[in-house]
């Protein structure tokens, strides 16, 4: 037994197969026990770092040095790097979603695009909407739009909400300040502009493809009817729907206000590039580029002129932000397990013994990181838990590797890209999606994780080919 124990802590195969049992217990978790990923996550990690051999007082630290723990600096590095970044996203989403953001777009792009190009116009709802909105979100809100749509149009509801739920799904998995990507940039050290670049480079043609491309072809053949008892809400059943109809925000406000971050971001980003290291400027863009401080910007901004310069009072706005951060308390502890499952994975050797074999077999860490994102993905469902786990396993081998900021954030939207594909029935979004739009389960599979796989497997290709290019 003894010997058994030194040959799986201090050879290459040996730390591979903890691993491999770790992940399966991760799962075994998750699908059968239906445990919290949180918990979970939590779970496996020190039952992983006990089996390796940590020491106890570097698992967990000692009364005098708990600081220094794996514990804590894995749950704290991360959640120090994107808990602000998260809070501020969400709550920039509520203030947008409350003026009637939504219904100002929808309008413009459905006059812009005619009745012909709808579904396209659906689309570019999704992805202008996607970016401070969450994905789930997203669908309450832009599920009715898409009911009143197809019911103008005589159409299938598959028409109008796959290309919309394109444009969500690529800015959740691919754009800050949403969690998947933010945690990326924390795990693997780059920064968020390139991972906003990199987002759009990557995720774009996938949105093209699974969205335009598929969502016009599948919803011509799949059939769902708008239920006969539907009837559109109107403003005056909803006190908060009537102000934003009375006194409805500019589309160019609402586009501006979305931009406003992702513009300080890149300026940041660039100005690094390109200006001198000492220079002044260079200083103000770094700070109004740093991503707390531009979400800060967008949301006072937000708060200004979609709130109290529309009549809402501080109370309500802070109203308003309190029910919109309720959500984001598990995410951020899901996310903050995952780091430090990651943390121990690294503190045990195991990512420079996946390194090793990897070398060995020739097989690019850019696939590698796309192919382990896949398999937790379709094992568990969770698109989180398979971007912070796999993030953990890969930073051993990205970080100090020599890697350009740019090449870093393509190994990240490989991650992002494995993360969303074959979304099925361990996918509480895919559940979602069937209620939302009346869809049957084989219905749902037909459309909605036929585009999922599209998205994840054009995105990967994109970043692939760029990445064989720039390293």
């Not at 299938?156 to 945690?183: N, W």
């Not at 660039?270 to 200083?283: E, H, V």
């Not at 901004?301 to 308390?329: D, H, M, W």
């Not at 502890?333 to 074999?357: E, P």
Request: some cysteine; aromatic content about 8%.
């Amino acid at each position: 037994m003894g010997a058994t124990i030194d040959w799986l802590r201090t050879t290459t195969p040996g730390l591979l197969v903890l691993c491999g049992l770790a992940i399966a217990v991760l799962l075994f978790a998750i699908i059968k026990v239906k445990l919290e990923p949180f918990i979970a996550l939590l779970m496996t990690g020190l039952l992983l770092a006990l089996a390796a051999g940590l020491p106890v007082s570097k698992i967990v630290g000692t009364p005098l040095k708990a600081g220094e723990s794996i514990l804590e600096t894995g749950f704290g590095g991360i959640l120090g790097h994107i808990a602000v970044i998260i809070g501020l996203g969400t709550v920039l989403g509520a203030i947008l979603e409350r003026s009637g953001g939504a219904d100002v777009l929808t309008d413009r792009l459905l006059r812009i695009f005619g009745e012909k190009g709808a579904p396209i116009a659906m689309g570019l709802l999704g992805l202008i909407f996607g970016v401070p909105v969450f994905f789930d979100i997203g669908i309450f809100v832009l599920a009715p739009i898409i009911y009143v749509a197809a019911k103008r149009g005589g159409r299938s509801l598959v028409l109008y909400a796959m290309p919309m739920l394109a444009g969500l799904s690529m800015t959740h998995a691919f754009l800050p300040p949403h969690p998947g990507p933010v945690a990326l940039g924390g795990l693997l050290g780059v920064s968020l502009g390139w991972l906003i670049i990199m987002g759009f480079v990557c995720g774009i043609p996938g949105f093209i493809a699974a969205g335009i491309v598929w969502g016009t072809w599948i919803g011509k053949r799949v059939i769902v009817e708008v239920p006969a008892d539907f009837t559109p809400m109107e403003p005056d059943e909803d006190p908060e729907a009537a102000k934003a109809a009375k006194n409805p925000p500019s589309v160019w406000l609402i586009c501006a206000i979305i931009a406003i971050p992702l513009v300080l971001i890149l300026g940041a980003t660039f100005g690094f590039q390109i200006l001198d290291k000492d220079s002044r400027l260079l200083q103000v863009l770094t700070f109004f580029g740093t991503p707390a401080v531009a979400l800060l910007i967008t949301v006072l901004v937000a708060f200004y002129l979609l709130g109290i310069r529309r009549g809402q009072s501080v109370q309500e706005l802070s109203s308003i932000t309190a029910e919109s951060l309720k959500p984001v308390g598990m995410v951020l502890l899901v996310v903050g397990a995952g780091a430090f499952f990651g943390k121990v994975i690294s503190a045990t050797g195991i990512g420079t013994a996946l390194a090793d074999t990897m070398s060995a077999a020739g097989l690019p860490v850019i696939v590698l990181s796309y192919l382990i994102s896949c398999g937790l993905r379709i094992a568990q469902g969770s698109a989180t838990v398979a971007i912070v786990t796999t993030g953990g396993i890969v930073a051993p081998l990205v970080i100090d590797h020599g890697y350009s900021q740019m090449s870093i954030a393509l190994i990240a939207m490989s991650i992002a890209a494995g993360s969303i594909i074959l979304s099925h029935v361990n996918d509480g979004g895919f559940w979602i999606i069937a209620k939302y739009f009346n869809m049957t389960v084989k219905q749902t599979l037909q459309t909605w994780t036929v585009l999922e796989t599209i998205l994840s497997v054009v995105s990967f290709a994109v970043a692939a080919l760029l990445f064989a290019i720039v390293s």
